[in-house]
């Protein structure tokens, strides 16, 4: 059997990586499914989806198993095995809220198993709910009071309720029963770090790294006692001996290249800054720092493309703004350099560095009397302040913190606020969605459609309703389906829609056989409606529809159709600059309407609190959505949307349980929100 590593919990300072390789050990041999030779076939159902989802489990497709136990539970919610195993799918996607919620379902069916009370104890550390996670290890602990690991991560929790004399004696007890366990020390180094006793932290770590000279989490804990004493080329020797070790760790390489930085190796420091991006493409202060690095061997417009990162993540600090706008202005982009100089100097209107260089922009430019304007503004700062100096120069010797926001410290490079080790394991490997970039955006609307929807893994979720089985009963058409998916046709698809259309439009203009009457014309201007959306000619649809409803006024499925095609058609026209709140209104008006009409259709009240949704009008969204979800609790698109608007809304406690039921019915895209959001 192959060789898994659990995984930990984020945000542990120095060496605090959890011990948790037991829990899953316990997936495949410590618990044990129930089978009976005399079971009836239900119960052997029921087993038997519950060893198909652990067997995707051991595979680590989450996603995939979790639908396995959805069915397992529902068959059998008695049974806590299900409910522990989809814990353990949603703590592997990040969903701690989720696995914990499992996890007191399955102690509440049997409080007597111990990895119960272990994994609980872990989604709650992810959560920083320390104190929760302890009462769960002491529950472990009466159970097993010989498990090293729930002793190792009841310290843990410890140490960050700052409870660090009862951690000292927990870890006496520890190292008295295995005197020869590594992490013990390291965690002892770790407390005396926080009591700011650095001489019997580096004792501690020196004895760890005696019995364990294999952890990289040890050295790189030795390497941040060099780095806050400035021993840059001993924290360089430490970091690179745990980069050897974790070489995916990318907070290592950060502070590696900041060691290096510091004995002037500017080469070495750069190429740290890329390994570290290429492992955290997110990396705040990789992009920042390598922006700087860039800046200074004159590599301006690189370094421009570093600071516009930084400005996504965070579009209000004024340090990379003031950089991008000093590297602009030397390139020549002066309109831009403005730009962000004004937003600076918005904030510190007493910034005199950044109004001469802004008038020496203004200048450039022809615009005198802006220029002059902000001249005489230094000028007066000289003459009756003295307030005004010349910018340091880049030196080795400059950092500043995180949290500095001096902007006379704008070009010098920056350290985290609190050096922190974090040990996570990370792997792209197969099942680990909640790693995939997903834009976050709402779910589209269902309407109607001639090819039936995509399908999950498991099983097709049927999508019904009255007026569409009804539609359907007809001879002679071609049935319809409920739809939301987005598919783009081939060649083939495309030319078999454009046939069909043409083929109807032949009909309704008196052209095909004598025996069509205005009944069937009727029927067939509905179809080619719904062919023109397959095919994007929304417009069109829009006309058809509309035409039809000359006719047929009370026709739902008509209005549910248009209402549809009318909001794809806004959105594209919305992109090009076109005013279309009167026909965004017709959206709501259709789809009242219809709900008028059809009042326990769910996918009505989805499609109008989806539209209120895009237009930030939450309240009525979540109502509509609210609604949705009760005529059909399985309609995950409905919770992922409700997730979104309570996001929106900030109430993000509620949005991440709805995007978490969204998760557990299959749209696994909502893993990488709730990450996203958690952070």
């Known amino acids: 059997m192959k060789s898994k590593k659990f995984a930990t919990a984020r945000h542990m300072p120095m060496c605090t990586v959890l011990y948790g390789r037991l829990l899953l050990c316990v997936l495949f041999f410590t618990l044990h499914s129930t089978f009976f030779i005399s079971a009836s076939h239900a119960q052997f159902n029921t087993d038997r989806l519950v060893m198909i989802g652990r067997s995707a489990l051991y595979y680590e497709d989450y996603v995939l198993s979790i639908q396995y136990f959805n069915q397992a539970i529902a068959a059998k919610p008695y049974l806590y095995e299900p409910w522990f195993f989809r814990a353990v799918a949603k703590y592997y996607l990040d969903d701690f809220a989720g696995a914990e919620a499992d996890c007191t379902e399955a102690i509440d069916r049997n409080p007597y198993i111990v990895n119960l009370y272990e994994l609980r104890g872990l989604t709650r550390i992810n959560q920083k709910k320390f104190k929760e996670a302890i009462s769960d290890y002491d529950m472990a602990l009466k159970y097993a009071p010989d498990a090293q690991n729930l002793w190792h991560n009841r310290v843990l929790c410890h140490i960050q309720e700052k409870n660090y004399q009862q951690a000292h004696l927990e870890l006496d007890t520890m190292l008295t029963r295995w005197s020869k366990y ?17 001489a019997n932290a580096i004792t501690a770590l020196d004895k760890s790294l005696e019995l364990d000279p294999y952890d990289g989490g040890t050295w790189a804990a030795r390497s941040i006692i060099s780095l806050s004493r400035s021993e840059w080329k001993e924290s360089e020797e430490y970091l690179s001996k745990a980069i050897h070790l974790l070489p995916k760790q990318a907070n290592n390489y950060i502070n590696r290249a900041l060691a290096r930085y510091n004995q002037n190796n500017l080469r070495g420091a750069m190429a740290d800054y890329d390994a570290a991006l290429d492992f955290d493409p997110n990396n705040f202060l990789g992009h920042y720092n390598r922006g700087l690095l ?25 340090m990379a703004l003031y950089n991008r706008a000093t590297l602009l202005d030397k390139t020549g982009d002066l309109r831009r350099a403005i730009r962000d100089y004004t937003k600076v100097i918005d904030q510190y209107p007493n910034f005199w560095t950044g109004l001469q260089s802004r008038a020496s922009c203004y200048r450039r430019l022809g615009m005198t009397k802006q220029a002059d304007a902000d001249e005489f503004r230094v000028y007066k700062a000289q003459l009756y302040k003295h307030l005004y100096g010349t910018q340091p120069r880049l030196s080795k010797k400059q950092m500043r913190k995180r949290s500095d926001d001096d902007l006379e410290k704008y070009n010098q490079i920056v350290v985290a606020d609190e050096q922190e080790m974090e040990h996570e394991y990370k792997s792209e490997y197969r099942g680990r969605v909640q790693n995939r970039k997903v834009q976050i955006e709402l779910l589209p609307l269902y309407g109607l459609s001639l090819k039936r929807g995509a399908t999950s893994d498991v099983h097709s979720k049927l999508t019904l309703d009255r007026h569409v089985e009804a539609y359907n009963q007809q001879r002679g058409i071609r049935k319809l389906f409920i739809s939301n998916s987005q598919t783009t046709l081939d060649e083939t698809q495309t030319s078999r829609y454009f046939a069909y259309i043409d083929s109807l439009t032949v009909l309704l203009g008196g052209q095909g056989p004598s025996s069509v009457g205005d009944a069937q014309k009727v029927a067939f201007r509905f179809q080619r409606a719904v062919a023109f959306a397959e095919i994007q000619n929304y417009d069109s649809a829009v006309d058809d529809l509309t035409t039809y409803l000359q006719t047929d006024t009370t026709s739902v499925l008509a209005l549910w159709q248009r209402a549809v095609c009318q909001s794809k058609a806004n959105d594209f026209n919305a992109s090009q600059g076109t005013d279309v709140s009167m026909k965004a209104a017709s959206v709501i008006g259709d789809l009242t309407e219809a709900i008028a009409l059809s009042p326990q259709n769910a996918y009505l009240y989805y499609n109008r609190g989806t539209v209120y949704a895009r237009r930030a009008d939450y309240t009525r969204a979540i109502d509509d959505l609210n609604r949705a979800i009760e005529l059909d609790p399985q309609l995950a698109e409905a919770w992922y949307n409700r997730g979104l608007s309570r996001l929106y809304s900030n109430h993000q406690q509620e949005g991440i349980s709805d995007l978490s039921k969204a998760g557990e019915l299959g749209l696994y895209t909502a893993y990488s929100i709730i990450k996203k959001y958690r952070k």
């Not at 590594?182 to 700011?196: C, T, V």
């Open 182 to 198: 590594a992490r013990g020390y390291s965690m002892r180094a770790e407390i005396y770090m926080m009591q700011k006793d650095t």
């Open 294 to 318: 860039r800046a200074q061997v004159g590599d301006d417009n690189r370094a421009i493309l570093d600071f516009d990162f930084v400005l996504k993540l965070e579009p209000d600090n004024l």
